[in-house]
């Protein structure tokens, strides 16, 4: 579902909010957009604050380097 589109001055010519059931639809989306040749796109996934909250107490098995 669109939720807004706005121009902008710049590196990038607009900006486009869309809401998809999951990431494959967000890929889907993308790929038909690109495969015109006129326009790329770029994605960049929103969390609400009620994921951040469900998440934030999760333990992961991440060590850093050196």
Do not use: K
Not at 36 to 57: K, M, N
């Amino acid at each position: 579902m669109l939720r807004t589109f706005e121009f902008a001055f710049g590196d990038v010519d607009a900006y486009v909010r869309v809401e998809v059931p999951d990431n494959a639809a967000a890929a889907a989306l993308c790929l038909a957009v690109s495969s015109s040749g006129l326009a790329s796109t770029e994605v960049v996934v929103l969390l609400t604050a009620a994921e951040i909250d469900a998440v934030a107490h999760q333990q992961v098995g991440y060590r850093s380097s050196g």
